[in-house]
């Protein structure tokens, strides 16, 4: 079993994309080749983030004050915006003995346990693709990128419901699909403290094989 | 040496080369950022195992490489 060492906890409220990217990269160069790790909470000013895999075409341009940044991250198109909570993970996979593959399905699972945990909502997966759904509504948003073995960026979790979001970009680009809430689910407002310390908890204990 | 494809895990069963970061006759260092890779939701930089010359690649950008696949052969 993996001894975990130290782990680092941050949230930079909410900020501009690119603002946040800048701090992950700080970390990177921190923690690559060590046994530790940063959670990076944050939320951010309305942007939309465009990964490695996007292979359509950006939304109009009219988007009222939305900036569009492209990104290192894998994945497709989305949002974030207020009222979504994004986690960024830092680590060295090899300190942890890790392979990518189980930080994919890692994360996943970390992120699911952690909002059950938060407010009993059990989120659907999908065999084909990543993330978490309830019908056809996107909850969380899954995307990482992995340097020199260290990884990177990671969910992001809508708990606030906002019709304008639906209006500009589906997630991943699915014309059928949409942003849903963990507010609207739960009909009330979820307690985003207890979401966080619920995604560490469950973060720790992948980390340290529990 | 030739450069395989790392084991990523065994739901990768291929992956895209998004970019070589070193052309074909450029050096790499040892740990240097060699290709970018991108499967299921992540991007992967994939580091040289070894310092020296990039003399071929097998696996060109915008293509898909297997797993354990053939990516380029480094002159150490």
């Known amino acids: 079993m993996s001894v975990l060492t130290q782990v680092f906890v941050d949230d930079l409220g909410t900020v501009g994309y690119n603002q946040a990217y800048e701090k992950q ?7 690559s080749g060590k046994k530790d790790a940063r959670v990076l909470f944050c939320e951010h000013l309305p942007v939309i ?4 895999s996007f292979r359509g075409a950006l939304p109009h341009a009219s988007l009222g004050g939305w900036e569009c940044v492209k990104t290192d991250r894998g994945g497709d198109i ?3 915006f207020p009222g979504q909570l994004v986690a960024y993970f830092i680590f060295d996979l090899k300190q942890f003995e890790k392979r990518l593959v189980d930080w994919m399905k890692g994360i996943q699972a970390i992120t699911k346990e952690a909002i059950s945990d938060a407010c009993g909502i ?3 997966e999908r ?4 993330g978490l759904w309830k019908g056809k509504g996107k909850v969380v948003s899954f995307g990482v990128a992995c340097r020199r073995w260290v990884v990177y960026h990671g969910a992001a979790i809508t708990y606030t419901y906002r019709e304008d979001v639906n209006a500009i970009v589906k997630p991943c680009g699915d014309e059928q699909g949409y942003f849903e809430a963990l507010d609207r689910l739960l009909g009330k407002p979820l307690d985003r403290e207890a979401l966080k310390y619920h995604i560490v908890n469950r973060f720790l204990c992948w980390l340290e094989g529990l | 040496m030739k450069v395989y494809l790392p084991n990523l895990g065994e739901d ?3 992956s895209e080369i998004v970019e070589w970061l070193v052309p074909e006759g450029g050096y790499v260092e040892k740990e240097g950022d060699l290709v970018e890779i991108v499967t299921d939701k992540a991007s992967f930089i994939l580091p040289s195992p070894v310092s020296g010359r990039l003399v071929k690649i097998y696996a060109p950008a915008g293509g898909q490489v297997a797993k354990d696949g053939l990516l380029c052969e480094i002159e150490e």
């Open chain 2, 12 to 14: 990768f069963e291929e």
């Open chain 1, 78 to 80: 989305t949002a974030h």
């Open chain 1, 49 to 52: 983030t465009y990964g490695r």
């Open chain 1, 122 to 124: 059990c989120l659907d």
């Open chain 1, 25 to 31: 990269i700080e970390f990177l160069a921190a923690v």
């Open chain 1, 127 to 130: 065999p084909d693709d990543r």
